[in-house]
């Protein structure tokens, strides 16, 4: 891409440069430069958040810039305007002091947002795609993926997982194809917009050390002056999707769920913040499981602030919640994931923690903690308290993701199936070990409080596997067969895995030259299904040689490539996703 954002660790200032092609025809492979080049348009200087203007890393097509409002004050009072330039000016001095330290990888925008990662205006629909192949008939409804995309130039540290979240949708009928893609509205994205910058602080790109505990202080105190509104939540909205109790939801950790609708035409629209009619007053994790059988959904949220550090809680079909079980915690603990049986959730309680008096030391408040011993709760589905928990050490375990769990009653235990990753905290904190993500079964003894592990995959095979999912028909109940992400190169997917679990066996579809995915989605045929594999795997996937972007659907028995739909617009790479048939659309709250 012709536009380069000119970052130097030195430099008192963010100076953003771009050329007449920038909006047009970038070059594939350079969506992010930062050298020093002589700017040939224009030049934006940012001394602080509030000056920061959009992102201007657009893909390869002709397409509108976001519309950025400009700064609204018109409602603040004498107080509140002096109050924002003192907030302003003290926001300078923090980002004069940040840059001159060069940031670690983990939150370097030049790493984190770069090629692929970098993100894209929003897409209205464009209709009858072009497709090679034949879209299988039984595929009826639409195809959903969450990511990040940040709508602001970072000015200071920036995570992936920092970026506002925007769904990318793909609605199929009759063979036929549409695409759009659309933010998702949250508190803090309707409020920036509003304002005209990113003035909400990034939980891991800029929560960090002493300048961490400064934007936490400049954020509040601007909400104490009524400049902006935090009471109504910070999140994202960025991860996960699930669709219950006739509403799609939009879902990061640190946040209540975000209800969006499609459309008749596929279109989305954010309808809001969704609290379950006033039940859910915490944040809810991005990983909610729904039981195939009963259709319940069940949930986890965590706080890293107060006591109880971690709740769980279940909802009935209709969306009727349960009371909370608290789960005391030594420590608050990163909860990204978890697993149900048929009986139990099984919940990890593993070495990432966050110790939020390190910032007063300069340090991450997300850090590993080798003190600590890995283990996993197994509690029954229905309880209602925490003293039927069962614990069971694990050692040296952390998985980012679980696949699937179920009860072996023949030998007591819980089998839990995840990728174990080695350094546990890698994501957040820049490490110069490999990174490994290696699939594991974990068998939890009920009985004698004892665990073993075990890799599936025989060492000739071993490779990094992370994002995925079993037939979500047979979620909690044993599993011959888990779809997940080849992350190879790392961070990147050059296919994905067909894993027998037991056996170990592995197939592979690679999707070949300079192309790369995300989440390979299971989806099953339908009630007519021969078996467990009887379906089909949908992926978002991106030629970085060619600058385009298309949704593969491979068949998942034979792993031959069934369809391509070739999409309008570059689909960055991004999380997890989900399916909504036809008929479920029709009855959307």
Partial sequence: MASSYVLSPNAAKLNLSFAPSDLDAPSPSSSVSYTNTKPRRRKFSTNSVTDSPALLNFPNYPSPTPIIPEKDTSHWNPLQRAASAAFDFAESALLSRE???????????????????????EQSVKSSLSVTGKIPDCIDGVYLRNGANPLFEPVSGHHLFDGDGMVHAVKISNGDASYSCRFTETERLVQEKRIGSPIFPKAIGELHGHSGVARLMLFYARGLFGLLNHRNGTGVANAGLVYFHDRLLAMSEDDLPYQVRVTDNGDLETVGRFDFDGQLNSAMIAHPKIDPETKELFALSYDVVKKPYLKYFRFSPEGEKSPDVEIPLASPTMMHDFAITENFVVI?????????SDMFLGKSPVKYDGEKVSRFGILPKNAEDVSEMIWVESPDTFCFHLWNAWESPETDEVVVIGSC???????????????????????????????????????????????????????GRKTRYAYLAIAEPWPKVSGFAKVDLSTGEVKNHFYGGKKYGGEPFFLPRGLESDGEDDGYIMSFVHDEEGWKSE?????????????????????PYGFHGTFVKSADMLNQA
Avoid: W
């Fill in 551 to 571: 949704l593969q659907i491979v068949n998942a028995v034979t792993l031959e490539l069934e369809a391509i739909v070739k999409l309008p617009s570059r689909v």
């Fill in 99 to 121: 840059r001159s330290q060069p940031l670690p990888k983990t939150v370097d925008p030049r790493h984190q947002i770069s090629g692929n990662y970098a993100p894209v205006p």
């Fill in 421 to 475: 990753m080695t350094p546990a905290d890698s994501i957040f904190n820049e490490c110069d070990e490999q990174l490994n993500s290696v699939l594991s079964e974990i068998r939890l003894n009920l009985k004698t409080g004892k665990s073993t592990r075990r890799t599936i995959i025989p060492g000739s095979d071993q490779m990094n596997l992370e994002a995925g999912m079993v037939n979500r028909n047979l979620l």
């Fill in 348 to 356: 990890p309680d593993q070495q990432v923690v966050f110790k939020l």
